[in-house]
């Protein structure tokens, strides 16, 4: 198994497998309702075996090259996490997403870690577009694709019913390159 820093402080980048469940499943009963308050994820993954079955389903989409699930570890324990959602090589295109835990929040692991997996989908696969998909209530995951240097592209209104409310959904995303241009421009 590989990972990889995210920086100074101890975090680090890794994959997300089936065996993780049980640490998965504790992940998600500490950050359940912040987590949950604009992703269904917490909902999806309520005990060990659905936890279990979650992980499995992003295990079978690495597996068909469809899809991605990495999980941020800070002093070794999870915190939270980011995945390609979707990831299609013959189109060149993928979905980016992510969710932390509140104890975690305001130190830049998200955007420190999509970067990462950004570049890899990018220089390493030739993806040409990634995509960020979020509420547009959800402040913090918007600021995650500003920083990323992504172009908001528009809002699907209404469009994800989630715990009884219908949120509209902000599309971002970046172009392979524009996302060359500005880590040239950063270095």
């Known amino acids: ?13 890794r ?8 640490e998965f499943l504790a992940h998600m009963d500490r950050g359940r309702e912040y987590i949950g308050q604009y ?11 659905s936890a279990t079955a ?23 324990v999870l915190v939270g996490g980011v995945l390609f ?3 299609d090589v013959t189109f060149g295109s993928c979905e980016a997403g992510c969710w932390l835990e509140e104890s975690a929040v305001g130190r830049g692991l998200i955007t420190r870690a999509t970067r990462v997996i950004i570049d890899w989908a990018v220089e ?7 995509e960020w998909i979020a509420a547009s209530a959800n402040t913090p995951s918007i600021n995650v694709a500003k920083r990323l240097g992504m172009v908001r592209e528009g809002v699907q209104r209404e469009s994800y019913p989630h715990r009884g409310v219908r949120h509209d959904m902000e599309v ?8 060359r241009r500005q880590r040239e421009t950063a270095c």
């Open 172 to 179: 971002w995303s970046v172009l392979a390159p524009e996302w």
């Open 39 to 49: 992703v269904a994820l917490p909902d999806r993954a309520t005990d060990l075996a």
């Open 124 to 130: 390493e696969r030739g993806m040409h577009r990634v």
């Open 1 to 13: 198994m590989f990972a990889i820093s995210l920086g100074d402080d101890g975090a680090e980048l």
């Open 54 to 76: 979650f992980l499995q389903m992003y295990a079978d989409k690495a597996a068909a090259d469809s899809g991605r699930l990495y999980g941020i570890w800070s002093d070794g």
């Open 85 to 87: 959602v979707t990831f």
């Open 15 to 22: 994959p997300l497998e089936p065996w993780h469940a049980g």
